[in-house]
């Protein structure tokens, strides 16, 4: 795969430089070219846990992978000692690709990683990728906007620096603000959040959306309503990571899942398959 030439030929990845670089949800296929131009050019690349092997194996075969994410039995090493680690690598005059899940400005501290190589002195690129909170909810039969249905959303983290919600949401304003809310990591505080939205106005009915891994071959959509929705994650649970849609739009999945292809060979999120294998199409439940 490193041996063809790419139809796009972008900027050289200079030594001494870093990349900050969004792989997108998960499935190959969603790299931007700039991404795989990065992959193939690196000399070391710092990857988080979200960045899966299919990804990494389009990279250069003699580059160095320092894993950087939440590992089983090894703590995540501090933000901290991420950014010096980048900073250390590019002073060493190394092509450093900084490769994250998603998009890297998206819930994904790479703005502190940036400011990071900024204040140091360090010249970097930003490469953008498709967020979870758009794509994935998009190959979930989930529109994140739609005429007629909403003209505002908002994309909120349900995950506080403590591990609960953040402390600093103004849930009045979300719940009677944006028509649309999208939630990261928010599959263990959707009790929570439920609770809270409703309390401050949002209807209980409120159509929810949960796409699980999306893009991925385990990518499985529940679609529920705020007042059961973590009743039903208990009851079902969806695998992780999981992006989740609050809002009518999530009800557009049910009339495209017959039409949606998401597996090789045109299975469609209906069919009950998923891009390379079984898709778990969890019982509607409204
Ligand atoms: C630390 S945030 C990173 C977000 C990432 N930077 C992005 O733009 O998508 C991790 C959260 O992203 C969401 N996420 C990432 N990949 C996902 C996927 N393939 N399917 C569903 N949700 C995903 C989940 O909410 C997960 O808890």
Do not use: C
């Not at 950087?68 to 090493?77: E, F, L, M, S, T």
């Not at 529920?224 to 973590?230: E, I």
């Not at 998923?274 to 439940?285: D, V």
């Amino acid at each position: 795969m490193s041996g063809l030439s790419l139809p796009w030929s972008g900027p050289p990845f200079q030594p001494g430089t870093v990349w900050l670089v969004g792989a997108g949800p998960g499935d190959a296929g969603l790299l931007t070219l700039a991404a795989l131009h990065a992959l193939r050019e690196a000399d070391v690349i710092l990857y988080d846990a979200l960045v899966g092997a299919d990804i990494l194996q389009l990279a250069r075969p003699d580059a160095t992978l320092e894993p950087v994410g939440k590992r089983a039995g090894k703590p995540r090493p501090t933000q901290q000692a991420i950014n010096d680690r980048l900073i250390e690598r590019a002073r060493e005059g190394l092509r450093v690709l900084r490769l994250k899940g998603g998009d890297p400005f998206t819930f994904g501290r790479g703005g502190e990683e940036a400011l990071a190589l900024a204040d140091a002195g360090i010249p970097f690129r930003v490469v953008p990728g498709v967020t979870a909170g758009i794509g994935g909810l998009g190959l979930a039969g989930v529109p994140v906007t739609q005429r007629g249905m909403n003209s505002s959303v908002a994309f909120v983290t349900g995950h506080g620096s403590a591990g609960d919600v953040p402390g600093d949401l103004d849930w009045v304003a979300l719940a009677l603000g944006p028509q649309v809310l999208v939630f990261y990591m928010a599959l263990r505080t959707i009790g929570t959040i439920a609770e809270r939205l409703i309390a401050a106005g949002k209807p209980p009915m409120t159509p929810v959306a949960v796409a699980s891994n999306a893009s991925l071959p385990e990518q499985s959509v529940l679609i529920t309503n705020l007042a059961r929705a973590a009743s039903d994650i208990t009851r079902l649970n969806p695998g992780r990571p999981a992006i989740i849609a609050v809002g009518e739009v999530a009800l557009i999945h049910n009339r495209l899942a017959a039409w949606q292809q998401v597996g090789p060979n045109g299975e469609t999120l209906a069919d009950g398959t998923g891009p390379t294998g079984p898709l778990r199409h969890l019982a509607p439940a409204l």
